[in-house]
């Protein structure tokens, strides 16, 4: 399990690739913050991501709650299926941010 941060002009993008979990939270949490704090668009991407607890939700809410500060779109890819796309829709997190099944939907 690990993460990647890519960046360009307009976007940065947080890639997930593993379980999005305590332990994971506790190694990306600066890098997250950093990438939730930027000004340009961010992209989480959770397409990799197999499963997700509530310390992946937390990570998630937290970069929500900077951006509605920023006033900068989000949004997150989380393919067609999965638990974590279940448990974002379980805690209504759907309704707050835009997801996309792919990373060229989010893109566009």
Do not use: C, W
């Given at each position: 399990m690990?993460?990647?941060?890519?960046?360009?002009?307009?976007?940065?993008?947080?890639?997930?690739?593993?379980?999005?979990?305590a332990?994971?939270?506790?190694d990306?949490?600066a890098?997250?913050?950093?990438?939730?704090?930027?000004?340009?668009?961010?992209?989480?991407?959770?397409?990799?991501?197999?499963?997700m607890?509530?310390?992946?939700?937390?990570?998630?809410v937290?970069?929500?709650k900077?951006?509605?500060?920023?006033?900068?779109?989000?949004?997150i890819?989380?393919g067609?299926?999965?638990?974590?796309?279940?448990?974002?829709?379980?805690?209504?997190?759907?309704r707050?941010?835009?997801?996309?099944?792919?990373?060229?939907?989010?893109?566009?």
């Amino acid at each position: 399990m690990h993460y990647k941060i890519d960046q360009t002009e307009t976007h940065i993008r947080v890639t997930v690739d593993g379980d999005l979990d305590a332990a994971m939270v506790q190694d990306m949490r600066a890098s997250a913050d950093d990438a939730a704090n930027d000004r340009r668009n961010l992209i989480i991407d959770l397409s990799r991501v197999e499963f997700m607890d509530s310390a992946g939700v937390g990570l998630i809410v937290r970069a929500y709650k900077v951006r509605q500060s920023t006033k900068v779109p989000m949004a997150i890819v989380v393919g067609s299926a999965g638990q974590p796309r279940e448990i974002l829709r379980t805690t209504q997190i759907d309704r707050l941010i835009p997801f996309h099944a792919s990373l060229e939907d989010a893109l566009a």
